[in-house]
């Protein structure tokens, strides 16, 4: 099946920067599907936090950047703070699914 | 600003049928730019996409569900409702309803996605 995959986990300190890796295939974000970011905070609904790959929403800190290559797409958060720990999700479009489809989630740890 | 809001039975009996309904307030259903989706997260597991729907009717099942998903849009009241039938077990989950924008649309873009979500509401399936 087509997935998309992200590390269950990274942390860094304070002011430092992590990135979190969400590899696809060729049917999704190698078939040239756009990547979305979402940030899920602790018992709050997700919120979209990078759209098309390398856009922020309005409101989104330039602290977090997207980028994508290939199969591939990374969130990046740099001067990592305390508010920023959460789950993260990727998500695109799969044309052999036929569906959307979600990363299993990266919980981010601020040490 | 736009916020949606699940609502719905927290239990359903097994082989019976889902239904939640999703609100929409401070702003309208009518836009050709948006469409009205639902994504579940059993636990432990990925975010599924279920479905979306645009105003006037127009719906978009993902294959693995589609034989057992109804959407419906009531624009009077601003809801849109999701129906799933003969649930099981593996049915168990956090039920969200999202507003699904166009990528074409919002930035020329190719591949959908979800920028306004509800707090979710968890539903079991359970005799």
């Known amino acids: 099946q087509s997935v998309l995959t992200q590390p269950p986990s990274v942390s860094g300190a304070p002011g430092q920067r992590v990135t979190i890796s969400c590899t696809g295939s060729?049917?999704?974000?190698?078939?040239?599907?756009?990547v979305h970011w979402y940030q899920q905070l602790p018992r709050t609904a997700p919120k979209l936090l990078i759209y098309?790959?390398?856009n922020r929403p309005s409101g989104v800190p330039d602290r977090f950047s997207g980028s994508k290559s290939g199969t591939s797409a990374s969130l990046a958060i740099t001067g990592l703070q305390a508010e920023d720990e959460a789950d993260y999700y990727c998500?695109?479009?799969?044309?052999?699914?036929?569906?959307?489809?979600f990363g299993l989630g990266t919980k981010v740890t601020v040490l | 600003q736009v916020q949606v809001q699940e609502s719905g039975p927290g239990l359903v009996k097994p082989s019976e049928t889902l239904s939640l309904t999703c609100t929409v307030s401070?702003?309208?259903?009518?836009?050709?730019?948006?469409?009205w989706g639902w994504i579940r997260q059993p636990p432990g597991k990925r975010l599924e996409w279920i479905g979306s729907?645009?105003?006037?009717?127009?719906?978009y099942y993902n294959p693995s569900l589609k034989s057992r998903v109804t959407m419906s849009v009531d624009t009077s009241k601003s809801q849109v409702s999701l129906k799933l039938s003969s649930v099981t077990a593996a049915d168990t989950a956090v039920y969200s309803c999202?507003?699904?924008?166009?990528?074409?649309?919002?930035?020329?873009?190719?591949?959908?996605?979800?920028?306004?979500w509800g707090q979710g509401t968890v539903v079991a399936v359970s005799s």
């Open positions: 999202a507003r699904h924008y166009r990528a074409f649309v919002r930035y020329r873009g190719n591949g959908d996605g979800f920028d306004i």
């Open positions: 401070g702003g309208s259903l009518y836009s050709s730019d948006y469409y």
């Open positions: 729907i645009q105003y006037g009717g127009t719906t």
């Open positions: 060729g049917s999704n974000i190698g078939a040239g599907y756009d």
């Open positions: 098309g790959n390398t």
């Open positions: 998500q695109s479009y799969d044309t052999s699914l036929s569906t959307y489809v």
